[in-house]
């Protein structure tokens, strides 16, 4: 008999993949959001979790910004 699972295919680069890993790891396990780890840039994640993962990537990318100064 088949199981299916509905969920959400992630493809990434290898850094990206390693935060969507640690972002989960961080989660309590009630949360954890990673349904299975295809290969070192794909993922099968719950399909409610796409905006949070968004949300999360932004964030750190704007954490990681580099803006510069305005010159005085």
Avoid: W
Avoid at 31 to 52: C, E, N, R, W, Y
Wanted: aromatic residues 10%; contains cysteine; glycine residues 4%.
């Amino acid at each position: 008999m088949v199981n299916a699972t509905k969920g959400l295919f992630i493809s990434c680069d290898i850094p990206m993949a390693q935060f969507i890993i640690n972002l989960n790891a961080s989660m309590p396990a009630s949360q954890k959001f990673i349904i299975h780890v295809l290969d070192s840039t794909h993922f099968f994640v719950q399909p409610d979790v796409a905006g949070m993962i968004r949300s999360a990537i932004s964030e750190f990318r704007d954490q990681n910004s580099y803006e510069k100064p305005s010159g005085a």
